[in-house]
């Protein structure tokens, strides 16, 4: 296998071309945006708890292959999880995406892949973009949940 | 200064091999440079000449009775000289050494904003400069209350004379622009600009980082009042550059910044009087392993000779562009009458940044980004623009590199 085909799997490319859970949500909860300045890529996530669970969640963004893959693959890796799983499962990722040192058999198969790109360190905000918005999308959820606010 | 590694002009085999970082193998591949717009590799007599003066020459510049002292700035000043030959400046004392260009507008924006700017005056830059001559000029601005205006692009993506010309007016005190544009080669009339904004008694500034590695620069044709450049973008070290000025103007303007061997008399109470220039532009010990490498990058030059370099990158442009065009999808950015060694693009399905990591993989060295220059691209309506630039160590087959790699990313990608 190539370097190239390595990187950019046919996973990543299917999930770069048809991304879940893609489109802005105008009432969500919480709200996080990450920007890349060496690129200009960009991306939003939306996310809505239902008592603790996540319930609504999506992403928007303009941005490369490999970030909009790895946004489309965090809304899959989060989605229907509780707050403090969700956050268990970014900080996972999160580690190992950006620790060449970190085993990546702690991930399963689709966010290994993703991770691989940790070999390609100019690449790597591309790859972390999505779940650090997605963090402080749930951290704001949170908040909001504490503070008494419902639904708009 | 030390010999240059000989080279024939255009005799490539030669110039490649004066470059030892064309050896490097990226992911096995055998390297195709073309990313010089951002920066150029050096040759063998620049790595030399910094070594040597590191080992041979070191010292305290402008400090010391001592012979380390004396051999130093002998071979600081030497280097100045060739930088003024170089340019075609009157003095060497027209020659400040600095960081790079990104230093030296920091300086004139300093200096000259202090010395230039009231409330109400304009300062004009234009819609392509990089982010280095644009955001010292808009700080500067800020400061005194001045306004800065973007002279438009036309559809070709060269400046719009006829829109310059109408910013133009009897408040204008500077006007800044680049030599050639950084993300779409460009090449600017520098001479009729520079005649348009003295007639409304304006300062010119010009962006020389692209230019001295890819034609011949006259300064006193050009008609400018100041120009800079970048050692890095002309073979030589980085952290080394230097600013040229005309001397009534560096007589004039104030230190920028303050410290060892730029003043005279320091007095506590009273006057405190600086060096003249170019030390009072000069504080703190110098860069003189830079400058040597500088000075060895500019005798390489001339000895390769800059006419042959032009001819040969106009070949490889002509030839890129004809490449890309005919690859389905990929979209040119500018086409201007006169186009120096650069060229961005961009590909219908492929952005810039995956472009990049998939010619990497195939040894080719391209920049994907917005190359420091936010507003044009903004003007291009793109977040991100794929830009290949070659230089005078650069072959045809380079450009079938670059083609092929393309296609095989728009194949995996779409």
Known sequence: ?152 | MNAVTPVRPLDLDAIIDSFPSLARRPHGRRLVYLDNAATTFAPDCVIEAVASHMRDLHGPVHRAVHTCGADATDAYESARRIVARFLGAAHAEEIVFVRGVTEAINLLAHSLGATRLRSGDRVIATTMEHHSNLLPWMQACARYGAELKLAPLNARGEIDLDQFASLLNDRTRIVVFTHISNVLGVVNPVATMCDMARRVGAITVVDGAQAPSRRRVRIRELGCDFYAISGHKMHGPTGIGALWGRAELLRELPPWQTGGSMVEHVMLEGDTTWSPAPMRFEAGTPNSAGAAGLAAAIEFLEQVGLEAIARHEAELTAAMVEALNRIDGVRIHGDPDERAGIVSFSVDGAHPHDLATMLDFEGVAVRAGHHCAQPLLQWLGVAATSRASVALYNRPEDVDALAEGVRNAIRKLR
């Open chain 1, 1 to 152: 296998m190539s370097e190239r085909d390595d990187i950019y799997t046919d996973l990543l490319l299917e999930h770069a071309r048809h991304p879940h859970r893609r489109g802005a949500l105008e009432h969500a909860d919480g709200h996080g945006e990450g920007f890349n300045p060496l690129c200009g890529d960009q991306v939003q996530v939306w996310v809505s708890l239902n008592d603790d669970r996540i319930g609504e969640l999506s992403f928007e963004g303009v941005g490369c292959a490999i970030s909009t893959a790895s946004a489309s693959i965090m809304t899959g890796a989060i989605e229907g999880r509780t707050a403090h799983e969700a956050h268990e499962v970014i900080e996972r990722f999160l580690r190992v995406a950006t620790d060449l040192g970190a085993p990546l058999d702690e991930l399963d198969d689709e966010q290994a892949s993703l991770a691989n790109v940790r070999r390609l360190p100019m690449r790597v905000k591309c790859v972390t973009l999505a779940w650090r918005a997605a963090e402080a999308a749930l951290r704001e959820a949170q908040s909001h949940q504490s503070a008494g606010g419902g639904h708009a």
